[in-house]
Structure formats: C-alpha cells, structure tokens
C-alpha cells in the first residue's frame, strides 16, 4: 500500500489550497487527514468514510475545510480555505483499512505554509 500526498504550498492568510492523496489500495475503510505543526504532536483533522461518505472534522477546522474523495480514482482531497497561520504544519494523509484497526497506513506528507 502506498499513500502520495500532494498539493502543500505557500499561502498567505485567508487563501486556500487543495490537498490530495492518491492511495494504491485495494481495501479502503476510512481515510483521513493529520497534521503535524513545528514542535508539536500529530493531529487530527477530518475523516470520511470511504464507502459511506461520513465525515468527521477536528473543532478548529471545521466551517473552513473540506474532505471528499473519488473513489474510482482512490483519491482523497481536503479542500483548505479561509487558512490561517495556525494551519501551518506537515499534512498527511493516512488509511484505515477495517473497523476497529488504527491507520496503518501514511502518506509521506506535504508541507503547508500560511503566512500572516
């Protein structure tokens, strides 16, 4: 299984950007986004169910992102807007492959800038 991220950039505050994660999988339960700021632990962000396309969105994010996906193109999105500096950080994307399992599998990550 392999995880590609990508879409990560320099943006000023208030701009968006759109992440996406291309996923060579055969079994998709859920997917979701974290995000690793600098000195600080990994975090989550928004879930969707792949099949089922129920969402979940960290408190902080919520109302300004966006998760989807394309399932005949095992691809995963997040549509960031109204960015602030304190999305700054390392995004990545990870799958989950079965009920009741933790993600087992991450995408290397892409880097998202906000700038002030």
């Known amino acids: 299984v392999q995880l590609q991220a990508s879409g990560g950039g320099l943006v000023q505050a208030g701009g968006s950007l759109r992440l996406s994660c291309s996923a060579s999988?055969?079994?998709?339960?859920?997917m979701a986004w974290f995000r690793q700021a600098p000195g600080k632990e990994r975090e989550f962000v928004s879930s969707?169910?792949?099949?089922?396309?129920?969402?979940n969105y960290a408190d902080s994010v919520k109302g300004r992102f966006t998760i989807s996906r394309d399932n005949a193109k095992n691809t995963l999105y997040l549509q960031m807007s109204s960015l602030k500096p304190d999305d700054t950080g390392v995004y990545y994307c990870?799958?989950?492959?079965?009920?009741?399992?933790?993600?087992?599998?991450w995408g290397q990550g892409t880097l998202v800038t906000v700038s002030s």
């Open positions: 969707i169910g792949w099949w089922n396309g129920v969402t």
């Open positions: 990870a799958l989950r492959t079965r009920s009741g399992v933790s993600y087992g599998y």
């Open positions: 999988a055969r079994t998709f339960y859920t």
